[in-house]
């Protein structure tokens, strides 16, 4: 049997397994549900057992997934959300917008910038590009307002009212680079009713030290304010032994946020949000030769807190944004003024990216020193969208949008001996986009509800090279893209009962072209427009008088002309192209229950199927790996048949909660977390050393709440088995690879007042 037989072969096997899996778990459920169950005198003259289950039953979930609130089960999309102390445990040991990988179904998040510059992936869809003007097809959405860049992206979570993610195509409602999905961040907003608010310390392993705190006061009958920060640092840990920056891996993260509400009437009301951040601390640190060639595996006696490498290293963000939120609760509808502005005032990294010396650790050819990032970033955005208020079986929304982002990104060379700087490139690139969109939501009846939404997107790209010192490169120096897109989505839901519905849904999706800078040995490269056709049907009860709830989904996309990023090779380049068909299939499952009064559980896992399928698209390959992909021409390697980069094909995640009442309100309680992803690839080729083995992280947390949960005091570990792996590569001339943090152990101290 041939590659692609094999492979098509799996594919099938693998959707058969996904169709059992869909057809066992759910609709077992579903018949226990709904089995009858004979009611007796004496069972509903029970009040004692009434209370019991009334204590046992879950929050009702609500998300803003279709841009207004509504329950979690009749939202026709497959949707995650964390809240509460979910994001205090996953926040406590000073961990970055990374800590949510695997934490949910079908998302990976990894970075090769450190804390500064994330890449998201749901359902292994998603862009290896580390370049300023990357794009990617999973947006991140905070507070109503896209973070386009990606160095905006990974701004701290603190005081957040909620993290939503939602996967599948978005583009009717959210329209911005959503083909894969998006993960939506809610911060919590002022409130009317009263002062309130909370603060929290934490200190824990290589002094990694945290100060949280929000306070919201009204400021009037009409006015309220509430101000949050976060301040967070970290010790370096790592000591470098080839002569470069000496101690490394520590960071100092400053951000805070202010919000005023201002509400007259029940007819206006103004949301104003003005935050900031400023870090600095280290970049990636990359480690030369330790993978052990032949395997995936490090090299004997590799430890984590050395490095040998006599490059410098530091990384430096400024940003700041402001949004207004702007609402008219009018007779028959409601109307939204969305205004967005976010700045990158200055972020640059650099590293030592051979990641040794002359003299090893291993054999490094070459030296090569690098650093980049953004100059200037302006970011504008506006939305107006109408929602209708109709009693009856139809409702609408409705709205116009525009962006405009200018950017300035440079990268450089060094000198590894002097650190003097031998080259420099800087470039620049406007983008402006605006789109119309619409949805329709129609009630059949009571139990059947119809949904559909169109968009139509014009985004135009302008980018030019402004400044080549000592850098030579073929092709012209500016190039232009424009293309539009009509998006739509479509999807029905039917309530089998009360608790139970089911759902279906057909979506597509759009990314516009993008353009990478070029170097000298890469010209300008563009890719063209990508498109996502996907297809999706699931379940979502709530179980047991709700004690329990379940999600599941299964679902198959196709994408045409993806946007891939080859990085790296023996030429150490960087370029686009694209596949001309991608396949996704997968199957997703979220549950959670009150077991017993004490101990509660919930449990995410997600299979991810991807392939490439083109049979012309050819990468360079790794310096000195073992490849296991074709070699087509000298250097040039086929990549059809592969996975797409970064995306684990099983997702895994659980966590458990065990309280015991002390009194008094009391409550001493212990709580663990464990998610699991399994292996990867880091580049778009296979080989054998730079595929990332399964990753297993752990957490344990035990504390102590009183005087009515005004009071807590904890201690935690993070990463409690210290697994350590190897999570991304540098493949140009040696086997160089960055990893996960090892364990921690902390405490922490909290009060709410």
Partial sequence: MGKKARARAHMRCAHKVVLTLGAALPFGAVLAQTAPVPATPAASAAPAADTTQSNLQLETMTVTAQRKVEKIKDVPISVTLLKGETLDVLNSGG????????????????????????????????????????????????????????????????????????????????????????????SAKPSLDGVSGYYSVSDGTHNTANVEAAVNVPLSDQWAMRFSTLVEHRDNWVTNNGGGTPNLEGYDERAGRLQFLYKPDGTFNALFNIHARATTGSARLFRANILEPGTNGFVPGFDPSQVTFNGLNSQSLHTAGGSARLTWNLENVKLYSITGYETISSYFSRGDIDGGTPTGPGFIPFQVQTGGGVGDDKQFSQEFRLESKNDGPLNWQTGLYYFNEDVTGNSANFNSTTQQQTSYLQNRQKNTAYA?????????????????????????????????????????????????????????????????????????????????????SVPI?????????????GIKAD??????????SIYSYDVKNQQLTAVGGASNSISLVNAAKTVGRGAELDLEANLTERLRMTFGGSYNYTQIRDPNLLVAGCATCTMLNTQVRPGLYSIDGNA????????????????????????????????????????????????????????????????????????????ITNKVVATGGIDFNNLTAFINDPRMFGVQFRSNF
């Fill in 436 to 520: 119309v969109f619409g949805s329709l939501t129609y009630d059949v009846n009571d139990r059947f509800k119809l949904r559909g939404g169109l968009r139509y997107t014009q985004d135009k790209k302008d980018f030019s090279t402004e400044v080549a010192d000592n850098v030579r490169f073929s092709g012209p120096g500016s190039i232009s893209e424009s293309k539009s897109n009509v998006s739509w989505d479509a999807s029905a839901n039917y309530a089998l009962t009360n608790d139970i519905t089911t759902y279906a849904r057909v979506a597509t999706g759009f990314r516009a072209p993008s353009i990478a800078a070029p170097s000298s």
């Fill in 525 to 537: 490269t563009v890719a063209n427009a990508e498109t996502i056709t996907s297809y999706e049907t």
């Fill in 95 to 186: 961990a970055d917008i990374r800590v949510l990988a695997a934490k949910v179904p079908s998302l990976n998040i990894e970075s090769s910038n450190g804390r500064t510059f994330p890449r998201f992936y749901i359902r292994g869809y998603g862009n290896t590009d580390f370049s300023t003007f990357a794009s990617q097809p999973v947006s991140l959405v905070f507070d109503d307002v896209v973070q386009e860049n990606a160095a905006l992206k990974g701004f701290p979570m603190f005081d957040l009212a909620g993290v939503e993610v939602l996967r599948g195509p978005q583009g009717t409602l959210f329209g911005r680079n959503t083909p894969a999905g998006v993960v939506k961040f809610d």
């Fill in 644 to 719: 797409l980069p970064q995306a684990p094909k099983w997702i895994a995640n659980v966590t458990a909660r065990y309280g015991i009442p002390l009194g008094n309100n009391d409550e001493l309680y212990f709580y663990t977390d464990w998610s699991y992803r399994s292996k990867i690839n880091f580049f778009l080729y296979n080989s054998t050393e730079f595929t990332g083995k399964p990753l297993l992280e752990g957490g344990l947390r035990m504390g102590y709440k009183w005087d009515g949960d005004k009071y807590e005091i904890a201690a935690f570990a993070r990463n």
């Fill in 543 to 552: 179980l047991f008088n709700r004690r329990a709830r379940a999600n599941f």
